[in-house]
């Protein structure tokens, strides 16, 4: 794990969808406090039922999101790309990842403590519920892509 440079954090982190709309300040506060990691192909950031202690953007290259099927397959239901965050159960309770996130190419992330989105929150509860309301934009999201992919596996 390496320390990001400030300017890079600040950039992927102020083109994400989570984070669109918040003051640059903020944005800077959160890169500041976030760390860049790299990934090969085929390896794991996080495993599926694993406690979620990190919300994760794409600095460069790909993640799909993958769920293991009662017959031992497992399925890629979502890919996400340059931008993009995942890892968002991190931000609900329980607090545990719903599917195995793993680089499908050589891929920088920038790892982003929950602490620090709890922090920012709690200082901003506007902001906090913004930031939430995305928090279930992607939780409706994920459902409805699961469901297309499950259904899809099922036939």
Known sequence: MEEMEAGVATDALGR?????????????????QSTERFYDPGEAVFEEGLKASNL?????????????????HEIMVLDK????????TALTDPGRYVATARCL???ALVEIPVAVLEEI???D???GLRLMRR???AA????????MQLTAALD
Do not use: K
Request: aromatic content about 12%.
């Open 16 to 32: 994400c969808e989570f984070f669109w709309d918040f003051d640059p300040q903020v944005i800077r506060e959160i890169a500041s």
């Open 56 to 72: 994760y953007v794409v600095e460069t290259g790909r993640v799909g999101l993958m769920v293991m099927l009662p017959n031992g």
């Open 81 to 88: 790309g340059p931008a993009e965050p995942f890892g968002w």
């Open 105 to 107: 190419r050589e891929t």
């Open 121 to 123: 929150s709690h200082r």
């Open 125 to 127: 509860p506007l902001l």
């Open 135 to 137: 928090v279930a934009s």
């Open 140 to 147: 409706v999201a994920w459902i409805a892509d699961l469901r």
